[in-house]
């Protein structure tokens, strides 16, 4: 199975800052990545797909890259309606694995 | 408006099998396949398995195996998973998610089921 190594586990961040996680996948997976939004009680939501393309109505702070075994995902201003638990996913090959999620967290 | 509508939560015994469903509605059922995710409390995701309903395939999660049981009925627009012999590791929320047949991107996501495992 393909591991999918998310960092940072959490971060405490203030509203307006730029935020940065990384996933890294054990083995090439393309631009099979896609990454999730979960808000406490709620169900993972897609933001990013492919990569680096944003779903439809994701707003435009939040932004994916990477490629092969490498990927990033950034919130460029961090508003407080952002605060969740965000996850890879790569989806190159079966199982599908999920990273272990970054928390985010104010201040 | 795509929207995928689980059944309720579930208070099971262990040893005992638990049927749950998801209800497709605002797309085409046979364009999209079906994945199920299990999430047990205070942890991260777990792809369980597939089901296309188009063709009637699943995939499974090796660890799910045996575990899990996946089918689809085209009439109604409904998956199932199936899982049997509970025990306390299967208390967990899962959810339904559905993707293109051609694309394998989860876009739409059920409510989530709870079930748990007690005597």
């Known amino acids: 199975d393909i591991v999918m190594t998310q960092s940072p586990t959490s971060m405490s961040i203030s509203v307006g800052d730029r935020v940065t996680m990384n996933c890294k996948a054990s083995?090439?997976?393309?631009?099979?990545v896609d990454w999730y939004q979960q808000k406490t009680g709620q169900s993972p939501k897609l933001l990013i797909y492919?990569?680096?393309n944003r779903y439809t109505g994701v707003p435009d702070r939040f932004t994916g890259s990477g490629s092969g075994t490498d990927f990033t995902f950034t919130i460029s201003n961090m508003q407080a309606e952002d605060l969740a638990v965000y996850y890879c996913?790569?989806?190159?090959?079966?199982?599908?694995?999920f990273g272990s999620g970054t928390k985010l967290e104010i201040k | 408006e795509v929207k995928l509508q689980q059944s309720g939560d579930e208070l099971v015994r262990p040893g005992a099998s638990v049927k749950m469903s998801c209800k497709a509605s605002?797309?085409?059922?046979?364009?999209?396949?079906m994945h199920w995710v299990k999430q047990s409390p205070g942890q991260g995701l777990e792809w369980i398995g597939t089901?296309?309903?188009?063709?009637?395939?699943?995939s499974y999660n090796q660890k799910f195996k045996g575990k899990a049981t996946l089918t689809a009925d085209k009439s109604s627009n409904t998956a199932y998973m199936e899982l049997s012999r509970l025990t306390s590791e299967d208390s967990a929320v899962y959810y339904c998610?559905?993707?293109?047949?051609?694309?394998?991107?989860?876009?739409?996501w059920g409510q989530g089921a709870s079930v748990t495992v007690s005597s």
């Open positions: 996913m790569q989806s190159n090959s079966y199982p599908f694995t």
């Open positions: 492919k990569a680096s």
């Open positions: 605002g797309y085409t059922f046979t364009d999209y396949a």
């Open positions: 089901i296309i309903p188009l063709i009637d395939t699943t």
């Open positions: 083995q090439n997976v393309g631009s099979n």
């Open positions: 998610a559905s993707s293109y047949i051609y694309w394998d991107v989860m876009d739409a």
